[in-house]
């Protein structure tokens, strides 16, 4: 089946699909403008993308890449930041997460190692021209999280910063990996004794992006599993994670933040939906940040006693996938 495109740059020469005749593949947003989307379904799997750009920013720094081959799906989430270096940076791995895809087809299937092929789309930029002013000594990069899943529902994922993924399904929401290794508030693990304040200053903090020279080996974490029927893997970049809800105490106090994980607001979203989460999640984000915006909100809103939302601007982008049909439990 042909992918379903909007404001999407088609990889290969304008094909929208490759001259095997086989994958389907797709870069996005084409343009930095307001809104990029793209989905792709065959027999064993669907997959969906949408990133749009934040409210006040100059132009969308988030890109996504999907690439459904023969026997495996592969997708990635790039969260570029610095200015126009970040978006060279982003999208230009993104277009080279679909060329090792398209070079490396068969062995990816075999041997589905998420961590190599984000290193691999990541040092490709080395060989990269940048445009003038924005190569290797520039402060711009990006982050990456990348999934590789194979018809019977193996998965296995790799990050590199702060984007995140999930899963969702029957048992509830959650969040995988722990994504950035020097600060503990961004782990999967509940936080205890955090104040709210020092929180909300410092989750923008992140290091050892991907930058115009590459990433290390050591800046990947990486994981794998199996989805199962019902089951999606949602990559999200860190717009959608800093305005999901904070747990803090059972009393309210924003002297103890327990949980930024954001899985107890993400299953309220997405709750009684059914199909269409990339959809759904990103349109309940970006009506939250623009309805704060407009309104010129204090940074604190209380969702429940012991919830509390510290909105941001910023751009969004998320990417969801699902299993199709029986194939899966052959």
Same mark, same amino acid.
């Given at each position: 089946?042909?992918?379903?495109?909007?404001?999407?740059?088609?990889?290969?020469?304008?094909?929208?699909?490759?001259?095997?005749?086989?994958?389907?593949?797709?870069?996005?947003?084409?343009?930095?403008?307001?809104?990029?989307?793209?989905?792709?379904?065959?027999?064993?799997?669907?997959?969906?993308?949408?990133?749009?750009?934040?409210?006040?920013?100059?132009?969308?720094?988030?890109?996504?890449?999907?690439?459904?081959?023969?026997?495996?799906?592969?997708?990635?989430?790039?969260?570029?930041?610095?200015?126009?270096?970040?978006?060279?940076?982003?999208?230009?791995?993104?277009?080279?997460?679909?060329?090792?895809?398209?070079?490396?087809?068969?062995?990816?299937?075999?041997?589905?190692?998420?961590?190599?092929?984000?290193?691999?789309?990541?040092?490709?930029?080395?060989?990269?021209?940048?445009?003038?002013?924005?190569?290797?000594?520039?402060?711009?990069?990006?982050?990456?999280?990348?999934?590789l899943?194979?018809?019977?529902?193996?998965?296995?994922?790799?990050?590199?910063?702060?984007?995140?993924?999930?899963?969702?399904?029957?048992?509830?929401?959650?969040?995988?990996? !722990?994504? /950035?290794?020097?600060?503990?508030?961004?782990?999967? $693990?509940?936080?205890?004794?955090? =104040?709210? @304040? %020092?929180? *909300?200053?410092?989750?923008?903090?992140?290091?050892?992006?991907?930058?115009?020279?590459?990433?290390?080996e050591?800046?990947?974490?990486?994981?794998?599993g199996?989805?199962?029927r019902?089951?999606?893997?949602?990559?999200?970049?860190?717009?959608?994670?800093?305005?999901?809800?904070?747990?803090?105490?059972?009393?309210?106090?924003?002297?103890d933040?327990?949980?930024?994980?954001?899985?107890?607001?993400?299953?309220?979203?997405?709750?009684?939906?059914?199909?269409?989460?990339?959809?759904?999640i990103?349109?309940?984000?970006?009506?939250r940040?623009?309805?704060?915006?407009?309104? !010129?909100? /204090?940074?604190?809103?209380?969702?429940?006693?012991? $919830?509390?939302?510290?909105?941001? =601007?910023? @751009? %969004?982008? *998320?990417?969801?996938?699902?299993?199709?049909?029986?194939?899966?439990?052959k």
């Amino acid at each position: 089946m042909l992918p379903e495109t909007r404001n999407v740059r088609i990889s290969f020469a304008g094909y929208a699909v490759p001259p095997d005749g086989k994958s389907a593949l797709a870069v996005l947003p084409e343009e930095r403008a307001k809104e990029a989307g793209f989905s792709v379904s065959n027999k064993w799997i669907s997959a969906a993308a949408l990133v749009r750009k934040g409210i006040k920013r100059e132009e969308c720094q988030d890109s996504a890449a999907i690439f459904a081959g023969e026997g495996f799906l592969a997708a990635g989430v790039f969260d570029g930041h610095g200015g126009p270096s970040g978006t060279f940076v982003s999208d230009s791995v993104a277009n080279h997460l679909i060329d090792v895809c398209l070079e490396q087809g068969k062995l990816l299937a075999k041997n589905p190692n998420a961590k190599a092929l984000l290193l691999d789309a990541a040092n490709r930029l080395g060989d990269s021209t940048f445009p003038p002013g924005l190569g290797t000594g520039s402060c711009g990069g990006s982050t990456g999280m990348v999934a590789l899943v194979l018809p019977d529902g193996r998965f296995s994922i790799a990050a590199i910063a702060d984007s995140a993924v999930y899963l969702i399904g029957q048992r509830g929401v959650r969040r995988l990996l !722990k994504y /950035d290794t020097v600060h503990a508030w961004n782990s999967v $693990e509940p936080v205890t004794g955090m =104040d709210f @304040d %020092v929180y *909300v200053r410092c989750r923008n903090i992140v290091d050892k992006t991907i930058d115009a020279s590459g990433a290390g080996e050591s800046r990947v974490e990486s994981g794998s599993g199996r989805l199962g029927r019902g089951e999606s893997l949602v990559l999200v970049s860190d717009g959608i994670t800093k305005n999901l809800g904070i747990v803090v105490k059972a009393d309210g106090s924003e002297k103890d933040v327990r949980d930024v994980s954001g899985c107890r607001d993400l299953r309220r979203i997405i709750s009684g939906k059914r199909g269409g989460l990339a959809n759904a999640i990103a349109k309940e984000i970006c009506g939250r940040t623009e309805k704060n915006c407009a309104k !010129k909100a /204090d940074v604190r809103i209380v969702v429940s006693e012991n $919830e509390v939302l510290a909105l941001q =601007d910023d @751009d %969004v982008s *998320v990417v969801s996938i699902s299993l199709n049909g029986a194939e899966q439990f052959k």
